[in-house]
């Protein structure tokens, strides 16, 4: 079993949709919880970074962290072509510099 | 502020050679750590520098080596290059090792080994 497990999708969503993206994870020592966005031949965009459980807001996304169920998840609220890209969820057990270990990442395309 | 670095950005190699990618962390960090992406395998963590210092180590074998400089810029190394090796290599620096800042990636050098 993947310490990390992510949906490789594709997903694809009309503009506007409310888009969910999860993870799993094997490993409760985990603390650190990060989404990152790559777009096409890009690095990876830090989007949210959360620690320990529950939930942040910002913006149009929310992540929630439920360690008791080692699930993540990346809401999308009105969903935008611009949100059109790679979205990898990613972990770490301390902060930092510590290495992360990343889902595969779930490619998501949002149709005008 | 600039954003981390990395340069080349895309480089054409063949079997048997070796190849130095070089990287820039965001002014004022002191960590760089490096990655390979392929479609295959997704990101994997290769080593992470802190104070010209390798802290930690992936499962790569030693043809993947690193370094980092005193004003914390990084270069890594492959060598005897393998068609295997083709991936994305990604940068990514950090402020701190003990914080609960967490990293920030560069755009990548996309390396094909032919």
């Known amino acids: 079993q993947k310490e990390v497990e992510q949906d490789p999708g594709p997903l694809s969503v009309p503009e506007g949709a409310i888009v969910s993206l999860n993870c799993t994870y094997s490993n409760s020592a985990f603390q650190y919880f990060m989404w990152y966005r790559q777009y096409s031949r890009k690095g990876p965009e830090l989007l949210m970074y959360t620690y320990s459980s529950g939930n942040k807001e910002d913006g149009r996304f929310t992540a929630q962290v439920d360690k008791s169920s080692k699930y993540i998840s990346l809401f999308i609220r009105d969903s935008q072509p611009s949100d059109s890209a790679t979205y990898l969820c990613a972990m770490s057990y301390q902060g930092g510099s510590e290495k992360l270990v990343f889902g595969k990442g779930m490619k998501l395309t949002v149709n005008p | 502020k600039a954003g981390v670095t990395q340069t080349p950005r895309y480089l054409i190699k063949t079997r048997g050679q070796q190849v130095t990618l070089s990287c820039s962390p965001i002014?004022?960090?002191?960590?760089v750590s490096w990655y390979q992406q392929t479609p295959g395998q997704g990101l994997q963590f290769l080593f992470e520098?802190?104070?010209?210092?390798?802290?930690n180590k992936g499962n790569f074998p030693g043809r993947f080596s690193g370094r980092q400089f005193s004003n914390s810029r990084s270069e890594m190394n492959v060598s005897t290059l393998e068609l295997g090796d083709s991936a994305l290599y990604l940068c990514a620096s950090s402020s701190s090792i003990t914080s609960r800042e967490t990293q920030y990636f560069g755009p990548g050098t996309r390396l094909l080994v032919l």
């Open positions: 002014s004022g960090h002191r960590s």
């Open positions: 520098y802190f104070s010209e210092t390798q802290r």
